[in-house]
């Protein structure tokens, strides 16, 4: 039995170590093989500009991806979100493992719900999708509330509001969840009222195409539900001809009938960032059994929203 250590690409910060940890806990069960973290710096760890002016898609990711195509490690863990919709032919995403919880969450002073914030509230974001769903939800309900583009890892954000220079600001439940601060959270934000980022909360496990032993050792680690799911969501987000750092919302939910998984309903919205158009539209079907039947999917209901005038929307960006 081959009992050489694995080698794991992963960001360096603490929520991209915390879920490689995790996964390598995982690998190493299924292979029998030891799996070493191999810490990697990726240009969007180390540049301050906002995602959406660095270009937000793949910045994250193709350090790694270099690592992994260079032969310096065996496989990476990125965080799905971060993906960009084109895969490279020399490079499987292997394993979808279970999706965690997808939505978004508040973290304010004084323990505040988000619709009990006071007037003129500042809520720290650094994702236009956010922003523009937060805004349209502020407008619809008669809120006032200032969206204040941020950037930074989780003690960076939540120290905003530590320190009172913001009311609020908003993360991704499943960032929290994995790294341990859930009891940090002060309210979870409907995905009624904010749609997910297309593949959040999802990991991916991606290595060479061409290593067929450890992708077949790494599919052991794939969800099916969650794979069909986030595929849906991630056509959608490819037919907009949107990045990551679009202010694209997408959510795939798998409708049941008791213990039976019965349908599959997909919903998306764009948005501009100040939340005074938008277009959000969704689709019910059966569950697509197949990878091209969950991106036929997304693409339907993506030229829907193109009719209604999505294209226009995404141009427009948090300044």
């Known amino acids: 039995m081959n009992d050489k250590a694995l080698r794991l690409g ?3 910060s603490r929520l991209a170590m915390a879920q490689s940890g995790q996964v390598a806990e995982a690998v190493s069960r299924v292979t029998g093989r ?14 301050r500009e906002a995602l959406a002016q660095i270009g937000g898609t793949g910045v994250f990711v193709t350090a790694l991806r270099d690592a992994l195509l260079k032969g310096e490690v065996d496989f990476a863990v990125h965080s799905l979100k971060d993906l960009p919709t084109t895969q490279p032919d020399e490079l499987v995403v292997a394993a979808v493992p279970t999706r965690e919880d997808p939505r978004d969450v508040i973290v304010a002073r004084d323990a505040l719900k988000f619709t009990d914030l006071p007037s003129g509230a500042r809520i ?5 999708r956010r922003m523009a769903q937060l805004n349209a939800y502020a407008r619809s309900h008669g809120l ?12 960076t954000r939540i120290g905003y509001v530590r320190s009172g220079e913001l009311d609020a600001v908003v993360l991704a439940a499943a960032g929290l969840n994995r790294i341990g601060r859930s009891d ?3 309210d979870f934000l409907s995905v009624d009222t904010v749609l997910p980022a297309p593949g959040q909360g999802a ?16 599919a052991e680690l794939d969800d099916p539900f969650t794979r069909v799911a986030v595929t849906a969501e991630r056509s959608l987000l490819a037919a907009l ?25 997909l919903r998306g919205v764009v948005g501009t960032t100040d939340g005074t158009r938008m277009v959000q539209l969704s689709t019910t079907g059966p569950v697509p059994e197949t990878h091209d039947g969950a991106m036929a999917l997304g693409r339907e209901l993506a030229a829907e929203m193109l009719a209604q005038g999505a294209a226009g929307l995404m141009g427009e960006r948090a300044h």
């Open 10 to 12: 992963t960001r360096r």
């Open 34 to 47: 030891p799996v070493e973290l191999v810490e990697i710096t990726t240009y969007g760890d180390v540049s």
């Open 124 to 128: 720290g974001t650094g994702s236009p």
């Open 144 to 155: 006032d509330i200032a969206t204040v583009p941020i950037r930074g890892n989780v003690d």
């Open 184 to 186: 940090e959270v002060t």
């Open 203 to 218: 990991l991916a496990i991606e290595c060479a195409a061409g290593n067929a032993d450890l992708v077949a050792a790494l």
């Open 241 to 265: 001809e949107a990045g990551c750092s679009a202010p694209v919302g997408a959510l795939a939910d798998l409708l049941a009938d008791g213990q039976i998984v019965k349908e599959m309903r």
